[in-house]
């Protein structure tokens, strides 16, 4: 399958490091970022002008991910969580952490303005409030018996927190609510927390205080996730009421798609444009809107004239840039303000050296009509790579139609918006346009086509991606006799759920960890996503036939295009047993290939697991959808 003189390697994709959480300093002066690399994570802080890097945290090393640490407010230091789940305290010079409490399963820590409690959920149940001071008392509970919490911020005074919570059988962008709770003391009994007002059904997250003691978040009750904030009279309302997201989904802890200004004057925040990025700047009186930058961004963070953030795009791998607002940045509503931009600098990046040269490309937003969804419309969304190569792998023709990976997000509520993504980069180099589908469910479009497809997993995503096959046929986006349908998680039930029921519409599947019998999942997989296909599927015992129905290992007798699973042993989501089932189910002789990487959970941490997938799914594709041939 490789194509000649291919650009990027296995190991470029494999190599490099993630970046998460990039947080600046309360003086503007440095970044520190999470910084995960050869399955090692470490705190590292760097000059917000850019410079070295300095590694902070030792033993025990920061969890990976998001919302794993805070800023001391005079920046002496930082809280942070342990890959044991516990709270430390680590000061900015370096030297062993001090444990703050004994506490497992600590997230989104966030310290009071006096530098006095820290705020933090615990095993995304509750939210407690610990001392950062030697000899306090051990961590209080403030929140009241919700089934989920998450992102604690502090009230600038330290005498409230706020925090996003939700029960279930909802999910948080589903049904869910910002409240507010009282604590200024140590003593008992704490208040009880107060739910702000907004309107139900909708979805909210990302609580945050201004400076002056106002309140934001974001809100879909207008139909799209937007900035809201409380006004004056204690009435929730939004900031500006746009047609585009301005964060994403909660799937967890840490998400920072907007953040104030340090006066609150200004609201710096991200939209989703079709998939697309942007970062914007609100003027909280006029109401004005200015576009700063072009890009996916996410980890905003807002000090001195400072704003720091995670930028990337299908061209520009992940990077920590931060954008210096006091020089060539007028304020909103200005005359200049619509062509002046602020000076952004690079000081991190992530993947290695040498994507930018292997001459990336853009997508291209495509619409195609699928079943009509009552209140909805029939039209769904996706958008289409097509390969810069020159000749088409598998052919020596250069005005052949290049082979297409018809690539599923997972969730099945999430989206690929258009950062950087080194897989897609590897299968472009190789010559193969790729067709990322937003089906019905998919976020990014607002809250009516998020909700599409309650009830209708494993129907309506299985019909819209089948709706786009049928497309990408009729549009040449792809060579119809080489089609490959890949996905993960959740979109590995879509992917063999194709298969089963469209034997031959592709050259073959994909299913990485997939879930493949729904009635098992529900069994064991871990309390975030317990009701997840109640809500998806269908309640039992009442939908059971439906669930049936939808479990592909009930119709993997119906499988013959040759199939590609791959699964990590250690995977507390989607266990192992879900694929190990699904190819003792298929039909001998079926073109079946189980591989199993051990110690791996719900997706690849190891620099050698991703190369060895990719070679692998490179190697499948070439022996069994191009039959050898090159160009």
């Known amino acids: 399958m490789r194509s000649v003189g291919a650009r990027i390697s296995a190991a470029m ?170 604590y200024d003391s140590w003593s008992l009994p704490v208040p009880v927390p107060v739910p702000v007002p907004v309107p139900s059904p909708s979805a909210v997250a990302q609580p945050r205080f201004s400076p002056g003691g106002e309140l934001g978040w974001l809100c879909d009750a207008s139909g799209w996730l937007n900035l809201w904030h409380r006004d004056p009279a204690g009435t929730a309302q939004p900031f500006l009421e746009e047609r585009c997201e301005h964060g994403p989904p909660t799937w967890g802890d840490g998400s920072r798609s907007w953040v104030w200004s340090p006066d609150g004057s200004r609201i710096a925040f991200t939209r989703n444009l079709e998939g697309f990025g942007e970062l914007c700047l609100l003027d909280v009186d006029s109401g004005d809107v200015r576009s700063l930058d072009r890009g996916v961004f996410a980890g905003l963070s807002w000090s001195d004239r400072s704003i720091a953030a995670l930028r990337s795009g299908a061209r520009a791998p992940d990077q920590v840039v931060v954008y210096r607002m006091d020089e060539g940045a007028p304020r909103a509503g200005s005359a200049a303000s619509t062509s002046t931009k602020p000076p952004r600098i690079t000081v ?133 006799r080489r089609i490959v349908v890949m996905g993960g998680s959740s979109a590995g039930l879509t992917v063999l759920s194709i298969l089963s029921r469209y034997p031959g519409m592709c050259a073959a599947g994909i299913d990485l960890y997939g879930v493949t019998d729904l009635f098992g999942l529900e069994e064991a997989t871990h309390r975030f996503e317990a009701h997840y296909n109640s809500i998806m599927v269908g309640a039992l015992p009442g939908a059971a036939s439906v669930w049936r129905e939808r479990s592909p290992i009930a119709n993997a007798a119906a499988i013959r295009d040759p199939l590609l699973v791959m699964h990590g042993s250690s995977d507390k989501v989607v266990p192992l047993e879900q694929s190990e089932r699904l190819m003792r189910a ?26 060895d997938e990719l070679s692998r799914i490179d190697a499948f594709l070439t022996r069994h959808v191009l039959k050898g041939t090159h160009s």
């Open 13 to 182: 994709c494999a190599g490099g490091r993630t970046l998460s959480e990039p947080r600046l300093s309360p003086d503007g002066r440095a970044v520190a970022v999470v910084v995960s690399v050869a399955g090692a994570t470490s705190l590292v802080v760097v000059p917000a002008t850019g410079g070295s890097e300095s590694i902070l945290t030792t033993a025990p090393a920061i969890r990976r991910g998001w919302g794993v640490f805070d800023w001391m407010p005079d920046g002496s230091g930082v809280v942070y969580v342990g890959s044991d789940g516990e709270l430390q305290l680590q000061d900015i010079a370096g030297g062993p952490p001090r444990r703050l409490a004994r506490t497992e399963g600590a997230s989104a820590p966030a310290v009071s303005p006096d530098g006095r409690r820290v705020a933090f959920t615990v095993d995304g149940r509750h939210v407690a409030v610990a001392s950062l001071e030697p000899g306090d008392p051990w961590p209080v509970r403030i929140s009241a018996v919700p089934d989920f919490c998450a992102d604690p911020a502090w009230s600038p005074d330290g005498s409230q927190v706020a925090w996003h919570e939700w029960d279930v059988p909802a999910m948080a962008w589903d049904d869910s609510r910002i409240v507010v709770g009282a």
């Open 586 to 611: 298929l039909n001998p002789g079926v073109p079946a290939e189980l591989h199993v990487y051990d110690g791996e959970g719900h997706g690849w941490s190891r620099p050698a697991t991703v190369a």
């Open 348 to 480: 991190a990046r992530g993947p290695v050296l040498g994507f930018e040269a292997a001459e990336m490309v853009e997508p291209e937003v495509v619409h195609w009509v699928g079943e009509d969804v009552p209140a909805l419309g029939p039209e769904v969304h996706g958008r289409l790579f097509r390969t810069g190569r020159h000749c088409v792998v598998g052919s020596a023709d250069p005005d052949a139609t290049p082979p297409l990976i018809v690539w599923v997000h997972g969730g099945p509520t999430g989206q690929h918006q258009v950062g950087f993504n080194a897989r897609a980069a590897y299968f472009l180099d190789r010559g193969w346009n790729l067709l990322q589908v937003d089906h019905r469910g998919s976020t990014g479009w607002g809250r009516a086509y998020a909700q599409a497809l309650r009830g209708e997993w494993g129907r309506l995503d299985v019909d819209d991606v089948v709706t786009g096959i049928t497309a990408a046929v009729a549009a040449r986006w792809g060579d119809p």
